[in-house]
């Protein structure tokens, strides 16, 4: 299937449509709930945007025989494991190597003494495990959002990479309101949803994105670096800006930084250019012209194709049949 032209089914942009709006509407109401059984709004505010689609995914339409995790691309066979184990690592390796020059570069120092994450615990075990909770359910929140449900149906108007592009420009618009927010900021932001956008296009599975995702939020937060303007630290140390903001990322943290640039552009190339896993799964993209009320292929199309022997065997049989009835 080709992954640049235009599918043209307007359907997909209503359903996506519905989807944005509902979600968002939701979340409100699931964060309130949440907030009277968590009180620490670190926890329950991610927790709410990965609740909120959830019902979402399960409850709207989508092509027959399509399911509802597997129809966005979330499926849980070897091949999602995989992506999901590459995308971590390389989340991981792209801060932490970012944080890494700049500090050697002098654009990045560290403290300690500093206020750790609300959920911090005696045992460093613990405080990470519960950290890898959390960051999890911020990464996968803004996924199922802005990569799920919504980026499916998009896909089936404008084609996944299409979809891609505008979930890009849409991510990099939901934190321009972040604390210390720069323009530079808001440009790398879009530029990772961008590569997450393309990710997925590309490899057919949302684990990568959210790898990757997940990846680059937890090794920031265990380096007490700040992550989207945000000061989130897990083990109790943090990080103070040095020099020029290009280089540093300033008070924003190092996605405001010239680093996140290039590094972002480069990942956009490694993901684009390495191996594609093969898969079975459907999703919902890959029945853009049926309509999603009905069967999406006819029955001829669910019969399994006769093997090479079994053709053969037939045409001799035939053959047989043939020579039987002329000599009679």
């Known amino acids: 299937m080709p992954l640049v032209r235009s599918f043209g089914d307007w359907r997909g942009l209503i359903w996506m449509a519905i989807f944005a709006v509902l979600a968002f509407l939701l979340q409100g109401p699931v ?21 909120a689609p959830l019902p979402l995914i399960l409850l709207l339409p989508r092509p027959r025989g399509v399911g509802p995790f597997t129809g966005i691309a979330m499926g849980v066979g070897t091949r999602h494991r995989i992506y ?82 505008a979930a890009g420009l849409m991510f990099g618009f939901m934190h321009a309101q972040n604390p210390n927010v720069t323009g530079l900021a808001v440009l790398n932001t879009t530029e990772f949803g961008l590569v997450f956008g393309l990710a997925l296009a590309r490899h057919r599975s949302l684990w990568l994105p959210l790898g990757m995702h997940l990846g680059w939020n937890l090794m920031l937060g265990i380096l007490g670096v700040r992550i989207s303007g945000l000061t989130i630290s897990i083990f109790g140390f943090t990080s103070s800006p040095q020099g020029s903001a290009l280089w540093s990322g300033g008070r924003y943290g190092p996605e405001a930084s010239l680093f996140t640039t290039a590094s972002v552009a480069l990942a956009l190339w490694i993901v684009w250019r390495m191996p594609v896993l093969e898969d079975t799964d459907r999703l919902i993209w890959d029945a853009p012209d049926s309509p999603i009320d009905k069967q999406c292929e006819s029955p001829s199309t669910l019969l399994p194709s006769p093997s090479p022997v079994a053709s053969s065997l037939t045409q001799a049989s035939t053959t047989l049949d043939v020579k039987n009835s002329s000599a009679t």
């Open 84 to 165: 999901l184990a590459g995308g971590l690592a390389a989340g991981a390796v792209m801060s932490g190597g970012i944080v890494l020059v700049q500090r050697l570069g002098g654009w990045l120092t560290f403290d300690d003494a500093v206020k750790q994450v609300p959920w911090a615990q005696d045992s460093v075990f613990v405080t990470f495990t519960l950290s890898i909770a959390v960051f999890f359910a911020a990464a996968a929140g803004e996924e199922l959002l802005l990569r799920g449900y919504g980026f499916q149906q998009l896909s089936r108007c404008l084609s996944p990479v299409g979809a891609a592009c």
């Open 31 to 51: 964060g309130l709930l949440l907030t009277k059984v968590i009180s620490e709004p670190m926890v329950a505010y991610p927790l709410s945007w990965l609740l």
